[in-house]
């Protein structure tokens, strides 16, 4: 997987994925221009339509009609002696059984964002010099 952030003008960015392209920026209280999320809105993102992709995917395979599922992402960033908090609402149809309900809640912490997020995390960083536009 892959994606790449190209700056556009002030904090505003175009990210490219495969084919697809979306902008990130700052809200105008952080001197952005408010022009896309924020990264950190990105993340909260990544990680709700992940969960209910996943938690989709397994209904399908079991059968399960979801009509309507909807997570919501709320995302408190760390702070000095606080730790990163992410609050999950998985908002299901209520004509699912108490026992689908709880294989969901099992199956959402297991999306591979939500994984990745509670798992150890390498970075390996480098720097490429580009020549400057004329």
């Not at 556009?8 to 408010?34: A, M, T, W, Y």
């Not at 989709?56 to 990163?84: F, H, N, Q």
């Not at 969901?104 to 297991?110: C, G, H, R």
Request: a negative charge; hydrophobic letters at 35%; aromatic letters at 4%.
């Amino acid at each position: 997987m892959n994606a790449t952030a190209q700056r556009i003008s002030g904090f505003r960015h175009v990210v490219k994925v495969r084919q697809h392209r979306l902008n990130c920026d700052e809200p105008v209280e952080h001197d952005g221009d408010d022009s896309g999320p924020s990264p950190q809105e990105l993340l909260a993102a990544s990680l709700a339509s992940c969960t209910a992709v996943t938690m989709e995917m397994y209904a399908s395979r079991k059968g399960w009609d979801l009509d309507s599922v909807e997570v919501a992402c709320e995302y408190i960033p760390a702070e000095r002696g606080c730790p990163t908090k992410f609050t999950l609402t998985l908002r299901l149809p209520s004509d699912l059984s108490d026992e689908q309900v709880q294989r969901l809640k099992v199956i959402a912490t297991k999306c591979p964002v939500h994984r990745t997020l509670d798992g150890e995390v390498m970075f390996d960083e480098r720097v490429e010099r580009i020549e400057l536009a004329a």
